[in-house]
C-alpha cells in the first residue's frame, strides 16, 4: 500500500506561482511513476506531468514551459512548480502514484487562480 499527501495549493493571481508537494509513505519502493493531474468543475481529470523512477518527464501541452515536476526519492516526495499561472489553471490537483499493481491517488489540493 502507498499513501499520499498534497500540500501547497491556495489562491493566486494570475501571473504568479505555486509549488504542490506530494510526500508518499508505506511502499515507496513499488513506486514505478508519480504524476500531477488536475479536474476542474464539469471536466474531466486530465494529466498535468508525470515523472518516471527513472526521472523521464511528460507534460501536457497547456502548461509546458511554465510547470516543471521533479521528485526526490530520498524524501519520497514529488513536487509540482507552477510558474505563470492563468485562471484556466483553476482545478484540484491529484498526486498518483503507480505500481506495478495498482494506481494511487492524494485526496487533492486546491488550486484557484484570479483573473
Known amino acids: 500500500q502507498v499513501q499520499l499527501v498534497e500540500s501547497g495549493g491556495g489562491l493566486v493571481q494570475a501571473g504568479g506561482s505555486l509549488k504542490l508537494s506530494c510526500a508518499a509513505s508505506?511502499?515507496?519502493?513499488?513506486?514505478?511513476?508519480n504524476g500531477w493531474y488536475r479536474q476542474a468543475p464539469g471536466k474531466q481529470r486530465e494529466l498535468v506531468a508525470s515523472?518516471?523512477?527513472?526521472?523521464?518527464?511528460v507534460y501536457a501541452d497547456s502548461v509546458k514551459g511554465r510547470f516543471t515536476i521533479s521528485r526526490n526519492n530520498d524524501k519520497n516526495t514529488v513536487s509540482l512548480q507552477m510558474n505563470t499561472l492563468k485562471p484556466e489553471d483553476t482545478a484540484v490537483y491529484y498526486c498518483?502514484?503507480?505500481?506495478?499493481?495498482?494506481?494511487?491517488w492524494g485526496q487533492g489540493t486546491q488550486v484557484t487562480v484570479s483573473s
Open positions: 498518483n502514484a503507480e505500481t506495478l499493481v495498482k494506481t494511487y
Open positions: 508505506g511502499d515507496t519502493f513499488s513506486i514505478r511513476a
Open positions: 515523472i518516471s523512477d527513472r526521472g523521464r518527464t
